[in-house]
């Protein structure tokens, strides 16, 4: 997730609740958010965030996990 991406989808008003509550999340809370969401199969992989981005115009789309977030590059 690009942290500037993020924090512009949480400022809108339609997550505001959302942002709040994640925001309160201890890092190990926020760990286990991450692990049911993939285990529920409710969160992308990397494959499909990949290919979201591809969809999307990029070029040469490359997907990175770090810790609990995707780092995404690629060509515009």
């Not at 924090?7 to 942002?19: N, P």
């Not at 286990?32 to 789309?61: C, H, I, K, N």
């Amino acid at each position: 997730m690009v942290s500037g991406f993020l924090e512009g989808a949480l400022s809108d008003s339609r997550f505001s609740s959302l942002a709040e509550v994640i925001g309160e999340l201890t890092p190990e809370e926020r760990g286990a958010l991450v692990r049911f969401l993939r285990e529920a199969e409710l969160m992308l992989d990397a494959g499909e965030v990949a290919e979201a981005f591809r969809s999307a115009g990029l070029r040469d789309v490359e997907v990175f996990e770090w810790g609990d977030y995707y780092v995404v590059s690629g060509v515009k």
